[in-house]
């Protein structure tokens, strides 16, 4: 079955509400799951919405908390998310960080005990539309064993580049390891397979269970260069921001755990450098170079899932239908009426 773009938000928001969320909130939280869904990050997308749920549930997203600004310079600034939506903070995050490069030329902002986002693109973004590069690095709980070793120490810690542009969208939105977490928990859920060279097991044998997967470790992506880039973004995402690091990360994908995941949102500002003209122009030129020779841009993949999607709808598979199922049964919520055989 699908569901179509219009239908899914629709969805998120009103069983948000019914949940305990704020209006506004659950707007945001709507936004960055359907945007998941329209670039193709099904993993991050509504597949990811039962884990909220979950968090709710449990406490550990805290619908009434309010985030705060511990700590501020005029191009820097430490944010306490206090266990609210990671998408709710992450937007204020980014939102002040692009304010300080308006000002400064660049603005970086951290944040601790928030909650998992979703996708990563949706924050580089809010920095891209109003002409500034926008930069978001995070970890995540252990899932990638140290190079020459067996345990999960590291996180798949992802890192998202978004450019502007008068004419592409130009984006990396990339986890250091092989393939995200949540693509194990999809396959899990769907009782499909991984792909081979993905994953090891607990003894630190190749697997294609993903299960097995979880409980072992993923494979970083080009061997040592993306263990490096994990560990490195462990550090930039962790002790730098006041959040965990190593196997005190905890939350991302636990939601009986509080989540204490840090992020880092970097904005820079062109005009304070070259120049956001003249930087637009010179970006397009290359794009176009790339182009005519027939070669693929970041960005390009998630601007054809987006056409194909608001056209075809987003695929519910019968296991996340029925999940969905249950929680609008527990608020006496009728669902079918959203969604397409």
Avoid at 4 to 29: M, Q
Avoid at 97 to 114: F, L, M, N, P, Y
Avoid at 286 to 300: C, Q, S, T, Y
């Amino acid at each position: 079955m699908k569901i179509s773009i219009d239908n899914e938000r629709k969805l998120i928001i009103n069983l948000l509400e019914k949940y305990g969320a704020e209006t506004k909130e659950a707007n945001v939280v709507a936004d960055v799951i359907v945007d998941g869904d329209l670039k193709g990050f099904s993993t991050h997308g509504l597949g990811r919405f039962p884990q909220y749920i979950k968090s709710i549930e449990y406490g550990t997203i805290k619908t009434d908390a309010e985030y705060e600004i511990e700590s501020e310079t005029v191009s820097a600034a430490i944010i306490n998310g206090n266990h609210k939506f990671g998408q709710y903070v992450t937007v204020k995050g980014m939102d002040l960080a692009v304010k300080k490069a308006q000002e400064t030329g660049i603005g970086v902002v951290g944040i601790h005990d928030s909650n998992h986002y979703g996708i990563a693109g949706y924050y580089a973004d809010i920095a891209s539309i109003q002409d500034m590069i926008g930069i978001v690095i995070s970890n995540t709980e252990p899932a990638i064993a140290p190079f020459g070793g067996k345990k999960a120490l590291l996180g798949t810690n992802p890192i998202t580049i978004s450019v502007p542009s008068d004419q592409f969208y130009i984006c990396v939105d990339m986890a250091t390891s092989v393939t995200a977490r949540g693509k194990l928990l999809e396959l899990k859920r769907k009782g499909e397979e991984l792909p081979e060279g993905m994953a090891l097991d607990s003894e630190g044998k190749p697997t294609t269970n993903p299960e097995e997967g979880l409980n072992g470790s993923i494979l970083p992506f080009g061997g040592f260069k993306g263990y490096a880039l994990a560990f490195m973004f462990e550090i930039l995402a962790g002790p730098l921001v006041k959040a965990a690091y190593g196997e005190a990360v905890k939350g991302t994908a636990t939601p009986d755990e509080e989540c204490t995941k840090g992020d880092l949102l970097i904005a820079i500002n062109p005009d304070k450098l070259g120049g956001a003209g003249e930087f637009k122009l010179e970006v397009d030129d290359f794009v176009r170079g790339i182009k005519e020779e027939g070669g693929v841009v970041p960005g390009d993949r998630e601007m054809e899932n987006i056409q194909k999607n608001r056209q075809e709808g987003i695929p519910v598979d019968e296991t996340l239908y029925q999940q969905l199922k249950d929680i609008a049964n527990k608020v006496d919520y009728e669902i079918d009426k959203f969604f397409d055989e």
